[in-house]
């Protein structure tokens, strides 16, 4: 335990390392939640305005909630595993006495952290300059259940990193596309993080609420709303439960063939 | 001059084909890429057209004049990219002080890391692009003068866009930073996708004057719309010669800070 508090000490520092990097990162965040911001905004400028299920308060409740679950489930270290493993760095921590999973998961542990840290900041500037309406959930079993979303997205997060990483031990040229595709891209797209899911057509609703990404960062926020509970808020996070140990155990068993197929190409 | 514009020209062709060929060699990385770009466009177009479908409009405008300005933004953003992609490569130039040789060349440094690696994903998506303009752009039913109106502030946007790209050139040279100063720069003209009037001030006025994207993005539509005044477009165009005069003299700055470290 200890030599992954040091691993997480050692993270924390590197991360200030590079502070003009980090700032410029965190502002890019801002940047970004400007236009979601203002887009509902003008949709929602009559406070009477009821649509897609949301009120003002709800949906610019959802853009600011967005800024803080982005904060803790997107932020992430683990994407340059892959870079590991194209490179062959990968070989220098497969002889250590550490486990390479968990040494990632700590990184990202640390990274979440400071991001947390710096979106808190970031959102009270935005709450005292723009001074939306905002949803405070009172209820404290509704807000347990949002943090266990959160954890639940976090770890889910972390596999789909990770099983995006291997894919440079079969095709080590496409590192960097299956993370652009994936983690900018898709997750991007249909995580909630551009839009709530559910304003779309049900047939794309469908489509999208099969696969892992609503459960980042939509249903975590649906949770804190209130817009899910009783018997369907248990299912979301029964189904939150089994993409993580379906995907923990896809990991296994991608990660295994590919530590077979693996030649430290570069070493 | 013009024997000097065919020669740029045809070193700009040399350093495409090559540029093209590396991507080319590694087709799978190519489609996933491609694929990307497509996906992201596809999402945020079905957004928009869900969302305005909802609502009736937006800040006054239609489904189809807020998809156009949607179209248009992608239009300004996908060109640059394309043609301007090297700028995204010029880091590691500076660090490792390679970008002597580039110096030392017969050619203007600034065409050669500026223009040298075009990018053909983005070739590719240019095409639909423009078509998909054409379609919701007719659906406006413009006039001749509004459509003559939209070119010229098209390249007006383009103008300020290779503006842009030149100052962050500058930039690199200056403080060794490029990746972020590019895609704060493209973070800050993606609030161009949607028409600047649905941000509140401050944020407008820093859209419309500091960084222009609402001349860059906004303009061309609104004028193919009818909403423009000529002392608006009359703006726009010293808005747009004043930005890249100003690089021009920020890049022959950065050039006398340039220390060859490295090399």
Redo the contacts between chains.
Sequence with gaps: MRKYFQIFKISFEEEFAYR??FI??R??NV??I??TY??W???YANPATQ??GYDRTKILTYVFGVMIVRAIVLSARAMDVGNDVATGDLSNYLIKPINYFKYWFTRDIASKILNLSFAVFEFTLLFFILRPPFYFQTNITVFLAFLLCIILAVLLYFLILFLLSSVPFW?P??GW??H??VS???V???SGA??PIN???RI?QSIILATPFPYLIYFPIQVYLGNVSGWALLGVILVAVSWVVVLWMVLNIVWQKGLKVYQAFGR | MIKKFKKYIKIWWRMSVNSFSVVLSQKLALSVFLIGKIFRFIIFFLFLFFLLKGTGELAGYSVNQIIFFFLTFNLIDVITQFLFREVYSFRPMIINGDFDLVLVKPISALFRVLMGGADIIDLITIPPLIILTIIYGSSLEPTLAGILMYLLLLVNGFLIATAFQIAILAFAIVTLEVDHAVMIYRDMTALGRLPVDIYKEPLRGFLTYFIPVGIMMSLPAKAIMGLTTPFGILAAFIVGIAFMFLALKFWKYALTKYTSASS
Excluded: K, M, Y
């Design positions: 003009l990097n410029l990162w502002f890019r940047l970004q400007l236009l203002f887009l905004s003008t949709v649509a897609f095709a040229e496409l596309g299956s652009f595709l900018v891209v898709i991007e797209s249909l551009l839009f304003i779309l057509p794309f």
